[in-house]
Nanobody, 125 residues
Framework: EVQLVESGGGLVQPGGSLRLSCAPS????????MGWFRQAPGKEREFVAG?????????ADSVKGRFTVFRVNAKNKNTLYLQMNSLKPEDTAIYYC?????????????????WGQGTQVTVSS
């Protein structure tokens, strides 16, 4: 059974940093693309960042230069991360990690087969 468990969210002041983690299980993590999406109240789920099986990355324009996606492909230590710096109030949302249906990491939610439960990120003073 595929499972994705996010952690690391919380309340942070503008300009602060957070690191989100996503712990995968039930599939061969190293062969799939992974992505981070977010959803704010009343809005659709939107792409934040993605990383292919080989480590190529892509970012939404709104987070370029502030967020970094990376992955650790190691037995018993497989993890997907999202390092978020210079956070802004508009970054407030529930953040979800997803596993792609193949080894790519596209910016379309429908190309992801499974999602985690999400972790809340709130940026406020």
């Amino acid at each position: 059974e595929v499972q994705l468990v996010e952690s690391g969210g919380g309340l942070v002041q503008p300009g602060g940093s957070l690191r989100l983690s996503c712990a995968p299980s039930g599939f061969t993590f190293s062969t799939y693309g992974m992505g981070w999406f977010r959803q704010a109240p009343g809005k659709e789920r939107e792409f934040v960042a993605g990383i292919t099986w080989s480590g190529n990355t892509a970012y939404a324009d709104s987070v370029k230069g502030r967020f970094t996606v990376f992955r650790v492909n190691a037995k018993n230590k497989n993890t997907l991360y999202l390092q978020m710096n210079s956070l802004k109030p508009e970054d407030t949302a529930i953040y979800y990690c997803g596993v792609s249906r193949d080894n790519a990491a596209r910016d379309i939610p429908g190309t992801y087969g499974y999602w985690g439960q999400g972790t809340q990120v709130t940026v406020s003073s």
